[in-house]
Nanobody, 123 residues
Framework: QLQLVESGGGLVQPGGSLRLSCAAS????????IGWFRQAPGKEQAAVLC????????FYDDSVRGRFTISRDNAKNTVYLEMNSLKPEDTAVYYC????????????????WGQGTQVAVSS
């Protein structure tokens, strides 16, 4: 079964950190671009950050620059989203998605999706 599974979400105080993981099963990530998306309450799902097969990043949300980083470990078939200096407005369900080769902002261009992991930033 081909799937992506996110983990690492939770409740964190403002200024805190979380690391989300996106693990693939049934296929390998090494030729894929992996994007992280989020859907905040009452808002549409939107792209945040992506890493392509060459480990180049694409930022799609300027509010996370300098706070979020993305990395991949092909040996573990996993992509990570490191989130620092978290703010209440980062509260959302975070999803990872995979597509061949290159990053894209458009959600519909991604082939595989995870089920999402909830991140809540609150004091």
């Amino acid at each position: 079964q081909l799937q992506l599974v996110e983990s690492g979400g939770g409740l964190v105080q403002p200024g805190g950190s979380l690391r989300l993981s996106c693990a693939a099963s049934g296929f390998t990530l090494d030729s894929k671009a992996i994007g992280w998306f989020r859907q905040a309450p009452g808002k549409e799902q939107a792209a945040v950050l992506c890493i392509n097969r060459y480990t180049n990043w694409s930022f799609y949300d300027d509010s996370v620059r300098g706070r979020f980083t993305i990395s991949r470990d092909n040996a573990k078939n996993t992509v990570y989203l490191e989130m620092n200096s978290l703010k209440p407005e980062d509260t959302a369900v975070y999803y990872c998605a995979a597509r061949d080769w290159y990053c894209e902002r458009e959600l519909g261009l991604y082939t595989f999706w995870g089920q999402g992991t909830q991140v809540a930033v609150s004091s």
